[in-house]
C-alpha cells in the first residue's frame, strides 16, 4: 500500500529556531506539493516541483521558507528563522504529472512555534 | 482563473439522512473536478473525480457527485450519512495541462446521533 510519508508527525520549536520537514513521495510519482494548513486560512500551497524542479513556489514566503528536492525519493521544507505565525500542519502531496491527476496526501506535520 | 467555492463552512446532518454538499466552480473549458475528505488528524483522501464523461460520478464509501455545466456545479451526495463521515469535505478544481489544483475553503460536517 503505496503512500506519502512525512517527518516528523510533531514539532514543538522556539521562535527563530530552524525546522526542517521531509517527505518521501510514493514511488514513481513525478510532482509534489507543499500544502499549509490554518484555521483562518485553509489549505494554501505553498510550492510544487515536477521531475525535482521547481515550479511554482509564490505560495511561500521567500525570506524564510525555502523548498527542496535533494532526490527523487526526499522533498524538504525548511524554514529558518521560524515564527509563531508559521504555526500549522504542512502537508506534502505527490501525484503523477498533471492537474488532473489525484494528489496523494501525506498525514501532515504539526508544527508549533512558540 | 479557476476557483473553487464551497458555500457551506459547516453542515449538521441526522445519522441516517442524506447529504448534499455544494460546490461551485469557475473556469473557462471543461473543469476537472475532485472530492477530497479530511478526517481529523489525517491528511486529505481522494472520494471521487470527473474528467467527461457520465455526469454522475460514483467514489468510495458510498458518495456521488453530480457535474452540472450549466450551474456550474459539482455537489457532492450521500443517500444515509453515518456517523464515520464527520469530517472536513474539500471540492478542488484542476486545469487542462496545468500542474495546480485548486482547492476550495472546506466544509465541515458533523453527524448528529
Known amino acids: 500500500d503505496a503512500r506519502v510519508t512525512q517527518t516528523p508527525r510533531h514539532k514543538v520549536t522556539e521562535m527563530g529556531q530552524e525546522v526542517t520537514m521531509r517527505c518521501q513521495p510514493i514511488?514513481?510519482?513525478?510532482?509534489v506539493f507543499w500544502y499549509r494548513q490554518t484555521m483562518m486560512q485553509g489549505l494554501e500551497l505553498l510550492a510544487y516541483f515536477r521531475n525535482r524542479a521547481p515550479l511554482d513556489d509564490s505560495g511561500m514566503p521567500k525570506d524564510r521558507f525555502s523548498a527542496e528536492m535533494p532526490d527523487a525519493t526526499l522533498a524538504t521544507l525548511k524554514i529558518q528563522p521560524s515564527e509563531p505565525r508559521d504555526s500549522a500542519v504542512y502537508f506534502c502531496a505527490s501525484g503523477l504529472d498533471r492537474s488532473t491527476d489525484t494528489q496523494y496526501f501525506g498525514p501532515g506535520t504539526r508544527l508549533t512555534v512558540l | 482563473a479557476q476557483s473553487v467555492t464551497q458555500p457551506d463552512i459547516h453542515i449538521t446532518v441526522s445519522e441516517g439522512a442524506s447529504l448534499e454538499l455544494r460546490c461551485n466552480y469557475s473556469?473557462?473549458?471543461?473543469?476537472?473536478l475532485f472530492w477530497y475528505v479530511q478526517s481529523p488528524g489525517q491528511g486529505l483522501q481522494l472520494l471521487l473525480k470527473y474528467f467527461s464523461g457520465d455526469t454522475l460520478v460514483q467514489g468510495i464509501k458510498g458518495f456521488e457527485a453530480e457535474f452540472k455545466r450549466s450551474q456550474s456545479s459539482f455537489n457532492l451526495r450521500k443517500p444515509s450519512v453515518h456517523w464515520s463521515d464527520a469530517a472536513e469535505y474539500f471540492c478542488?478544481?484542476?486545469?487542462?495541462?496545468?500542474?495546480?489544483?485548486?482547492f476550495g475553503a472546506g466544509t465541515r460536517l458533523f453527524v448528529k446521533a
Open positions: 473556469y473557462g473549458a471543461t473543469p476537472y
Open positions: 478542488a478544481v484542476g486545469a487542462t495541462g496545468g500542474f495546480k489544483t485548486i
Open positions: 514511488l514513481g510519482h513525478n510532482t
